[in-house]
């Protein structure tokens, strides 16, 4: 089938090259001439595993190409993929100006049936807006507006395995209107999603609005867990339980499971802190207070400053002339995604505590580099604290101690000898509890992990 995907961000690519592979004929455009740039010169300016080879074994053959042209990628697709950024808007609400620029264009050109996807993640009704969006383009050139219909898919990939997750997965959701054009919609979407049915129907059909909320509330309900977790980690700290062995007690119910149950530094992304926000204002827009919404970002906004709030415990408040080596800038492992990602406030904390901080992390490096200019912006004093090497043992390098922020495999279990050799003092705050108190303590290291009874 002739697909466009408008956006060539995180989920843009992935939809895109993923759909390639199933043999789909993808046009994929962005209005952003540098990334399309890198992708149209071989490279791909995100880190996914498995995404490169993907993108190059697909534009071989033909399959998928890379633009800034507009009016070209209208023309292309039979179906097209809103797949641009909704960030979040001053008051917390999603900013839908993207979707809705995105929306215009394709009204602006198409001349032929079009099934519009929004993939985006947007708040109920946006397929309204979408709609209302292109009927006013069509109609200002005297077309019908029965030539499209909106169709809701949104993306439940996770970043760091968002080629797996979408070639495999979990459920596919597809809310259609129930109007001709809704049904003839719904037919194209399942003939492109076939191929990820094969071995057992994974789609679940609803009404678009149904499909909307579905998105909002897997992110809400998975930062819940989070925050409900810190929460209890937090509680164990004070009461001297073991958040580990708690966190095995319960996820042992099957009602619960052990999904989703470690605490840490809070979430981060560029999904869960800007959709629960999101779904909160959506349920006020409606009158409607979501109080477990608003508990959850106010846990997860203090559970990034557990961390500085143990080190200012082991060391007081003044920390100056000392030295941090942070492992895992990210906001999680496998991705080079540095929004909102906890390490940030880290980073910012113990500078403003008049800290050094030398950081490493496998992929992030160059991304954390533009977050922390931003970050920095106006305090350059305050940005030169900061540095990063290419090796993790060299952030050790007489530091005062290690902070763990991310959970990559290779921090998992470094030498520890080495580890104690190269650092000032042998201690370790662990944001991610990648280590066992016990043997940290077998080993002479001063160990502060969350909820671990320290
Ligand atoms: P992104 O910021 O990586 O990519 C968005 C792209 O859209 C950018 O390259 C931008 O230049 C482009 N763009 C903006 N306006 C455009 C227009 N009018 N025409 C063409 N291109 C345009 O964003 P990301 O992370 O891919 O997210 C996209 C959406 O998917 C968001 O709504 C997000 O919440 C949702 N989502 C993201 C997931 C993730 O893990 N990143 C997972 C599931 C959903």
Redesign the pocket.
Known sequence: MKVTI???????LVTGACLAEQGNNIFC????PK?IEILNSGGVP?YEPGLKEMIERNRAAGRLQFSTD?AASVAHGDIQFI????PPDEDGSADLQ?VV??AR?IGRHMTTPKVIVD????PVGTADKVSAAITEELEKRGLSPELCSVVSN??????GA?VEDFMRPDRIVIGTESTPAGMRAKEQMRKLYAPFNRHHERTYYMDVKSAELT?YAANAMLATRISFMNELANLADLVGADIEAVRQGIGSDSRIGFGFLYPGTGYG???FP??VSALSKTAKEHGRDLKILDAVEAVNELQKYTLVQKIEKRFGKDLKGMKFALWGLAFKPNTD?MREAPSRVIIAELVKRGAQVVAHDPVAMPEAGHALEVDFKGNPDGLKQVSMVDNPMNALDGADALVIVTEWKAFRSPDFEQVMQKLKRPVIFDGRNLYEPQSMQELGIEYFGIGRHN
């Open positions: 408008i956006g060539s961000g995180y989920v843009g455009v962005d209005v952003d990334k995100i507009i797949a641009v950024g909704t993207y620029a995105a264009n993939k985006s993640t947007v949104p993306e439940f990939l996770k970043e968002a998105k992304g560029s999904c800007k959709d995604d």
